[in-house]
């Protein structure tokens, strides 16, 4: 059994900052299972999960998922979400132009919902996992801590952002009565679920480990 | 959750744990059932035992397996203009846009909502009941129960019940619209999934997994 000397390199007190990290001790932590083992093991014996003290390209994965879902994002605004025709009239919505639509018709709560999900929390989320990526270690002006704080709250609510795509496919598969009115998704429906797993996909490849990394 | 002793500097490298996000080291102690043992560093939670959890999240399984079944063949929302009606079920929407160029939006919003969160179920059930009865491990277990973790974002049954709602208010001047049982089943659903998913004590089933190799 391998014995570990923690007293290393985060010193005898116990506070918070002077925790010894996995990587500092010349371990590598599993991600998975917590399970520890000695720096250089490849696959973790307890999960059988691979094994690294910081997930390789990390940054260049985040940063690549980020541009996809950016690319993503700008037609999900231009073209329609919903195509609506009733007996005289064609009506196309874009995300933002559904969401007026609802609030001129009294709807302000449920239209607010829609604009959080769809433009407050994609923005948000780009900028927030830019922050983090460029600000790294002990370098930022938002504590280890904040940031850390930030990372979950993106984690948790970009998922959310789906919901616009579920509305666009709930109600084009309901209004397809011929001749009143039929709704079918535009192509922004497409585009705007693509950004929205393209950016989970970026939170998900960021390392949070490396927020809390001495300065090399 | 301690950090370790400096009295004590040396420790067997499987008493330790390492926190998954901020990569802390910590010597693993067993906390009381009930109580949570949490990161010193960053607060994650690392370690919640809760006694009899494999039988309840076994048959907190089997409720979502059977609200589900309803969830999808129901319908979700009905809608009523001019005499004509309107029902959409899960099944029914997947179908429509199986044949047309949205066939990729349906196989999406279909995994999403009901093939990802089915799988997941069926992995942890796979994964848990031999240790509820107190056998070894399933074959591949450690894999199906990494695959499950991996899914767990994936799964959106919640936010497609806020989609339904949203939808009923889009609709609401289009035609009288009513909530189909289905809509409640997949709330039940959702409560259900919250109520497994803090039942769940990761770190301690890991270590069932490889104990009983
Ligand atoms: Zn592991
Ligand atoms: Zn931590």
């Not at chain 1, 985060?10 to 998975?32: D, F, K, N, P």
């Not at chain 2, 960053?42 to 494999?54: E, Q």
């Not at chain 2, 099944?91 to 999406?108: E, Q, S």
């Amino acid at each position: 059994m391998p014995l570990v000397d923690l007293a290393g390199a985060g010193g005898g007190t116990l506070s918070a900052e002077a925790l010894t990290s996995a990587r500092e001790a010349g371990l590598v932590g599993c991600t998975r299972c917590t399970r520890v083992w000695p720096r250089g093991t490849r696959v973790c014996g307890r999960c059988g999960g691979a094994l690294h003290s910081r997930r390789p390209q990390s940054l260049q994965r985040v940063w690549g998922w980020w541009f996809a879902g950016l690319i993503c994002y700008i037609p999900a605004n231009l073209y329609p979400m919903l195509r609506t025709r009733t007996l005289l009239t064609v009506q196309e919505d874009t995300i933002v132009g559904g969401a007026i639509e609802l609030a001129t018709h009294g709807a302000l709560a449920v239209a607010l919902i829609v604009l959080i999900a769809s433009v407050a929390i994609p923005v948000a989320k780009f900028m927030a996992i830019a922050y983090l990526a460029l600000n790294l270690g002990h370098r930022a002006r938002l504590t280890a801590h904040r940031r850390q704080q930030l990372y979950e709250l993106v984690e948790f609510i970009g998922r959310w952002s789906m919901i616009d795509v579920f509305v666009v496919a709930i109600l084009s598969s309901l209004v397809q009565l011929n001749a009143i009115a039929t709704i079918n998704p535009g192509p922004a429906a497409f585009t705007f679920a693509l950004s929205v797993i393209f950016t989970m996909l970026s939170a998900q490849s960021f390392d949070s480990r490396m927020i809390w990394d001495r300065a090399a | 959750m301690s950090a370790p002793d400096p009295a004590t500097p040396r420790l067997a490298i499987d008493e330790l744990i390492a926190c998954p996000r901020c990569d802390a080291l910590h010597r693993a102690e067993l906390p009381h059932a009930g109580e949570r043992a949490i990161c010193r560093r960053c607060g994650t939670v690392l370690i919640a035992p809760r006694a009899g959890s494999y039988g309840r999240i076994l048959m907190l399984a089997t409720t979502i397996m059977i609200l589900m079944f309803g969830a999808v063949f129901f319908p979700f929302l009905q809608l009523r203009v001019a005499g004509l009606r309107s029902d959409a079920s899960v099944f029914d929407t997947a179908r429509a846009f199986a044949g047309g160029n949205m066939a990729p939006l349906a196989v999406a919003v279909a995994l999403l909502i009901v093939l990802i969160p089915v799988l997941r179920v069926l992995l942890i059930s796979y994964v848990l009941a031999p240790l509820a009865a107190g056998r070894r491990p399933a074959r591949h277990a450690a894999a199906a129960f990494r695959l499950s973790e991996d899914l767990r974002p994936w799964s959106m049954a919640e936010i497609f019940v806020i989609g339904t709602a949203v939808a009923l208010v889009k609709l609401a001047d289009l035609a009288q619209v009513v909530l189909g049982p289905a809509f409640w089943m997949f709330a039940a659903l959702v409560v259900v999934t919250v109520l497994q998913d803090g039942f769940m004590c990761r770190w301690s089933i890991w270590r069932a997994l490889e104990a009983e190799r």
